[in-house]
């Protein structure tokens, strides 16, 4: 009897940590769909809020998705090629710069948009322009890319692999293409859905870039939050758990595949 | 093809000297194994010939008169088998083994034929459209063999081609490779540290020793006429006889063994089948133990040289362990090579 009780105590305090997180978002999401968060459920249910959010800020979500995607595509220019070059030359010159290209993970978003507005905040057509927001948000994700790509890289006998696409008559960009990034495509589809879920969700550096033309989607929810009634930030909040879910879902899926292809 | 090497040689950046200059000449349709043990050299001469590795200044290579020592491993249509195969894991096998083809920008409809061609030769009829992770350890060594000889290649390297591959597989491996290779009819050149694969596979075997061809030859020359006691250690497994050479005499603690001559500044070696039990010999010697191996017994044998001999003994019964026996080698059997040379 009390051995059961002991043995269930860690699943009771899962539990309410769980509920203690839970609630919260349960409520938050329940006052986006109410017609009247003070007058609670009895007042009705309603998709209002939910279209009133779409319609003032579809601007922002489109924004937001339009940096992720772009965030992505210079992530993967940038990233899949550094991680191969850092790859194939494993030596500690590699290992330095690997840290380099890890920095911006250790500094606080803050600190980092600080310094691009110094050094080009004075650049009236850059510092306005979705492409200062998207330049903070490449430095921010690169990292992630990188190493997700290189665990993959890590993993394979690269040098030999591509030594034999060399001895069937395969140049070096034949070998990128063929060998290199299908073998790497675990990681780098890992590292993709890392970047773009980041940069959907990333708030602190946009916060400091973003102008009140440019707001991304997190910025436009602290916005409706000090400025639109509770119902219409609820139904943002809604909003945001919609789109950033299910891409949550899938980098958690595709990192575990990636890490599965690693053993 | 005819391959020509002079003064090749490789110092590997930290002062590593892989190879000492060395000069190797091929024949058109020849296959040479590479001997030796593990760090020797082999797999940087072979890499080297493939163009994977940069030899030292002054070093030519030459495909069929024509200098490729600059040219890099794409453009000297080679055909390369590694120890670890490097079979793509993102391609079926007809993919593995049709790359080749595909660099050279045959048509399809070739490649396809010529594919088939070479994955009915390889014994591989049913395993074209399998990924490489559901293939065996021999079936995954005839496609890394296919898809090397697809796009018909000048010159074939294989680096211990069968080494990934368990003890009983290796044996019938071997003789398969060796019909394969003829069937082909092309100039190979095959590294291995195991000298019945270098003897079973190729016409003739350069036996390397610490960077250095100790001796090239015939597996019949090497055998029998070994340049330096590291060869005939080598190829044979001979042993050497340990004691004071007195004119043509050999002073043994086990008793006075004749030479086929004089043999001041040499060592004496002899192998397993050379040495007889024989009543009348001049050599005594205590049996240590006795292997019954089928077509003969194993006998070790201490007190004739200072370490122990290995007898290889045919006949209906042997000697017990414990028992004192007399031995004989017949003077021409003798392996008297110069001393200090290649260890
Ligand atoms: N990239 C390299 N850098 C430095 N030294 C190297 C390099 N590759 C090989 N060596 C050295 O060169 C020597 C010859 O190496 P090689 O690989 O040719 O030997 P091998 O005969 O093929 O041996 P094994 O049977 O173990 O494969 C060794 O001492 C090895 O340590
Ligand atoms: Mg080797």
Known sequence: ?263 | MTLTLTNIAKTFPGGVKALLPTDLEIAKGEIVSLLGPSGCGKSTLLRMIAGLETPDAGAKIVFDGKDVTRQSVETRKIGMVFQSYALFPNMSVRGNIGYGLKMQKLPKSEIEARVNEVIALCRLDGYADRAITALSGGQRQRVALARAMAPRPHVLLLDEPLSALDAALRGQLRDELALLLRQFGITAIFVTHDQNEAMAIADRVAVMSQGEVAQIGTPEALYRKPATGFVARFVGDAMPLEGRVEGDQLHLPGGILPLPGPAANSEVLVRAEDIRIDPQGPITARVETVTFLGTHYRIALSGASDTLLIARHSGLSAPRQGETVRLSVAPEALLILPKGVAA
């Not at chain 1, 579809?58 to 995607?69: C, E, N, Q, V």
């Not at chain 1, 920095?103 to 650049?123: C, F, K, M």
């Not at chain 1, 190493?147 to 140049?171: F, Q, Y």
Request: aromatic letters at 10%.
């Open chain 1, 1 to 263: 009897m009390l051995k059961s009780i002991t043995k269930s105590i860690p699943r009771i305090v899962t539990l309410l940590a769980c509920a203690f997180l839970l609630i919260p978002i349960i409520q938050s999401v329940l006052a986006g769909l109410t017609v009247n968060y003070f007058r609670g459920l009895s007042s009705g249910l309603t998709l209002k809020w939910v279209a009133r959010v779409l319609e003032l800020y579809s601007g922002s979500i489109l924004l937001s998705i339009w940096i992720a995607l772009a965030c992505l595509v210079v992530t993967l220019i940038l990233g899949v090629p550094a991680a191969y070059a850092l790859a194939r030359n494993p030596g500690r010159a590699s290992r330095v710069l690997e840290e380099f290209i890890s920095l911006p993970l250790a500094i606080p978003g803050l600190a980092l948009a600080l310094a691009l507005l110094q050094l080009y905040g004075t650049l009236q057509g850059f510092r306005t322009s979705w492409t200062f927001i998207l330049v903070g948000h490449v430095l921010y994700t690169l990292p992630f890319m990188v190493r997700s790509v290189l665990s993959v890289l890590a993993a394979i006998d690269l040098k030999v692999l591509e030594e034999g696409a060399a001895s069937l008559g395969a140049g070096p960009t034949r070998r990128f293409f063929d060998i290199v990034v299908p073998n790497a495509l675990p990681g780098i589809l890992a590292g993709a859905l890392t970047v773009v879920t980041l940069s959907i969700g990333e708030f602190n550096l946009t916060w400091m870039l973003h102008t009140p033309y440019l707001k991304t989607l997190p910025v436009g929810l602290a916005d409706s939050y000090a400025s639109m009634r509770l119902e219409v930030a609820s139904a943002y909040t809604l909003v945001f758990f919609v789109m950033i879910v299910p891409l949550l879902m899938a980098m958690q899926w595709a990192s575990a595949r990636a890490q599965r292809i690693m053993q």
